[in-house]
C-alpha cells in the first residue's frame, strides 16, 4: 500500500516537472523520480537550484550551478537553499535534514507537494495558455501573477480590517446566517424544545413554502418589471460610486473607532460604577417637601415681622408722631395675629412629626422639628 501511494506521488511529481519543462525528468521512470526526490545527492541539489532558479531569475544569482567537491562549498549550498525555501514558507529555518534529503518520507512529499504547487500556478499566471491550473479561485487568465497578488493582499487586508476577524477562525461551522439561526432557537424555544437539535422539517410543508416563494418572487419580479418601465433610471458614475464608496468607508472605519474607544473607556472607568447596588429609596419624600415648604411660610412671615419691627423703631425714634392708644391697638393686633400664625406652624409641625412616628422613623426629642422651633 505504501508503496503504490509512492508510485503515485512520483507520479504526480512527474507529470508537473514536465509541465515546467524540467530538463532532469526527460526520458526517465517514476523509480527514478522517487531516487531523485527522496534520496540525498548532488541531483537532488542541482534539481532544487533549477526549480529555484525557474520561480525568480534573481534566485540564480544566489546560487552556484556547477558540481563542487568541497565539503565546506556543499554546506553553503545547502544553507542558501535552506534560506530561500524558509523565506518562501515550504520549512522552518533550521530544517536543514529537509534540503539534505534526510528527512522522513511524508514530510519531504509535502514539501516537494508545495514547491511544485507555487512554480505551477506561477507558470500558469505568466502563460495564460497553460490550464494546467488556471481553475477559478486560484489565477485569473485575465490578470498578471502581479495584479494577482495585489488583489488577494487587498482581500486579505479587507478580511483583517473587519470587526469579526475571530469568526473567520472559529472552530465551530453555521450552515445558517445569524437572522435564520435566531429565528429557530425563537421557534424552538415556543415549542419546548430548549437545547435540543432541531428536526428537519416534514416534505408537504417545504413544497407549501416553496410555491409561496414561488409566487412572492413572481409578484417581485412583475412590480420590478412594471417600475423598470415607468421609470428610467441613469446609469451610475463609477467615479462618484467610488467616492461615495471611500468615504463611507473612512466613515465606517472611524465610526468603529469611536466604539470600540468607549468600549474600552465603559470597561476600565465605567462600568465599576453600574455593578453597584442602588440606593434603597423612603417614603419620606412627601414630608421632607412638606417641611420645606411650611419652612420657607415661616420665613416669609418672620422677614414681615421684622421689617413690622423695623418700622415701628423707625416710627418710634423720629419722633414725629405720637404714641396713642389707635397706634397701640394696631400693634398689638399685629402681634396676635402673628402669635397665631406661630401657633398655627407649631402646630402643623407636631402633626407632622406624629405622622413621621407612625411611619416607623425614629426621631430623637432633643431633635424634633418642634423642639427646634420653639428654640
Not at 46 to 61: C, M, N, P, T, V
Not at 115 to 132: M, S, V, Y
Not at 264 to 273: A, K
Request: charged content about 25%; hydrophobic content about 35%; overall charge negative.
Amino acid at each position: 500500500m505504501a508503496g503504490s501511494s509512492k508510485e503515485v506521488l512520483a507520479r504526480s511529481f512527474k507529470k508537473r516537472l514536465q509541465d515546467l519543462d524540467c530538463p532532469y525528468v526527460d526520458g526517465v521512470d517514476e523509480s527514478w523520480i522517487s531516487e531523485l526526490l527522496f534520496h540525498p545527492g548532488e541531483a537532488r541539489i542541482r534539481l532544487l537550484q533549477w526549480l529555484f532558479s525557474r520561480f525568480d531569475g534573481k534566485l540564480a544569482e544566489m546560487l552556484e550551478n556547477q558540481y563542487v567537491l568541497s565539503e565546506t562549498q556543499m554546506d553553503s549550498r545547502l544553507q542558501c537553499l535552506l534560506q530561500i525555501a524558509s523565506v518562501m514558507g515550504l520549512c522552518k529555518a533550521d530544517d536543514i535534514d529537509l534540503i539534505r534529503g534526510a528527512a522522513s518520507s511524508s514530510k519531504q512529499s509535502a514539501f516537494w507537494d508545495q514547491l511544485l504547487d507555487i512554480l505551477c500556478i506561477a507558470d500558469a499566471a505568466d502563460n495564460p495558455q497553460k490550464r494546467g491550473l488556471a481553475s477559478p479561485g486560484i489565477v485569473s487568465e485575465s490578470m498578471t501573477l502581479d495584479e494577482q497578488f495585489d488583489h488577494d493582499c487587498q482581500y486579505i487586508n479587507t478580511l483583517a480590517a473587519q470587526r469579526d476577524l475571530k469568526d473567520t477562525f472559529s472552530t465551530k461551522l453555521h450552515l445558517l446566517p445569524p437572522d435564520l439561526l435566531r429565528l429557530i432557537e425563537n421557534n424552538l424555544k415556543e415549542q419546548g424544545l430548549e437545547g435540543h437539535r432541531p428536526q428537519p422539517p416534514e416534505r408537504s410543508k417545504l413544497d407549501e413554502v416553496i410555491s409561496k416563494l414561488d409566487k412572492d418572487l413572481a409578484a417581485s419580479e412583475a412590480q420590478l418589471g412594471a417600475l423598470q418601465k415607468q421609470y428610467d433610471y441613469p446609469r451610475s458614475d463609477q467615479k462618484a460610486v467610488a467616492k461615495v464608496t471611500q468615504t463611507l468607508k473612512l466613515v465606517l472605519s472611524e465610526l468603529a473607532q469611536l466604539v470600540t474607544s468607549f468600549s474600552y473607556c465603559f470597561e476600565s472607568e465605567m462600568r465599576q460604577w453600574c455593578n453597584k447596588t442602588p440606593p434603597q429609596l423612603t417614603d419620606l419624600g412627601p414630608a421632607v417637601k412638606r417641611v420645606h415648604s411650611l419652612l420657607q411660610q415661616f420665613s416669609v412671615l418672620l422677614d414681615g415681622l421684622k421689617g413690622i419691627q423695623t418700622s415701628y423703631i423707625g416710627v418710634c425714634s423720629s419722633g414725629q408722631h405720637s404714641k396713642n392708644a389707635t397706634e397701640t391697638k394696631r400693634v398689638d393686633k399685629l402681634v396676635s395675629v402673628s402669635q397665631a400664625a406661630l401657633e398655627s406652624f407649631q402646630e402643623c409641625v407636631s402633626i407632622m412629626n406624629e405622622s413621621l412616628q407612625r411611619c416607623g422613623e425614629e426621631w430623637d426629642a432633643s431633635t424634633t422639628l418642634g423642639a427646634t422651633f420653639l428654640r
